[in-house]
């Protein structure tokens, strides 16, 4: 495989998807418009990851004060919903040891606010040596200056800035495949 393909296609050998802080209390803080799109993004995601077989960690920053993971994403909590503190998921020991048990080394990322738990999460997993691909339509910050901050600096410092649509067709790579039909229902379903 050629450089530029290792970098920016999915693997489906290789990939986990990590749906960061998509919580209760945390969704009236972001705008509705907005919300709503990461909400549904992360969903179609996560049905595509379910429908290939592919693991899925979801976090919960302090679950006490945020509330859990939103109903409409509660199927990303299934394989494992990770309770942390830090803002970066790789300062929680059980994120790292889900992550090492998916064997996986293209993490892509979904979630909120994009420029806290998100970006920090992604920085600590590119100094890991992971591939981290940055799903910009499934995250999102309260405010858009912060979102777009850490859009850029995503890309500056390593990470693949991708779309709901681009990451589930990679997966699949063609009509050929198996999970082709049910990719294509996903992209479907998006609303613009």
């Known amino acids: 495989m050629g450089k530029i393909r290792d970098k920016f296609w999915l693997n489906p050998e290789r990939a986990a998807l990590i749906v960061i802080d998509v919580q209760e209390k945390l969704i009236p803080a972001?705008?509705?418009?907005?919300?709503?799109?990461?909400?549904?993004?992360?969903?179609?995601?996560?049905?595509?990851?379910?429908?290939?077989?592919?693991?899925?960690?979801?976090?919960?920053?302090?679950?006490?004060?945020?509330g859990h993971t939103v109903s409409p994403l509660q199927a990303a909590t299934r394989q494992h919903c990770i309770e942390k503190t830090s803002f970066s998921c790789c300062g929680e020991p059980a994120f790292l040891q889900a992550l090492a048990k998916t064997g996986a080394r293209q993490l892509l990322l979904c979630g909120m606010e994009a420029h806290v738990c998100v970006y920090q999460t992604l920085l600590d997993l590119l100094d890991g040596g992971y591939q981290v691909h940055l799903v910009k339509d499934a995250i999102c910050s309260r405010f858009k200056s912060?979102?777009?901050?850490?859009?850029?600096?995503?890309?500056?410092?390593?990470?693949?800035?991708?779309?709901?649509?681009?990451?589930?067709?990679?997966?699949?790579?063609?009509?050929?495949?198996?999970?082709?039909?049910?990719?294509?229902?996903?992209?479907?379903?998006?609303?613009?």
Do not use: W
Request: hydrophobic share 40%.
């Open 30 to 66: 972001m705008n509705n418009r907005v919300s709503n799109q990461v909400i549904q993004h992360s969903q179609l995601l996560v049905e595509g990851f379910e429908a290939l077989n592919l693991p899925i960690i979801a976090t919960e920053q302090y679950s006490k004060g945020l």
């Open 146 to 192: 912060d979102f777009e901050v850490a859009c850029t600096g995503a890309t500056v410092a390593g990470a693949t800035l991708t779309s709901t649509e681009i990451a589930l067709f990679q997966l699949v790579e063609g009509a050929g495949h198996p999970g082709f039909k049910t990719v294509s229902q996903l992209a479907r379903r998006r609303n613009p």
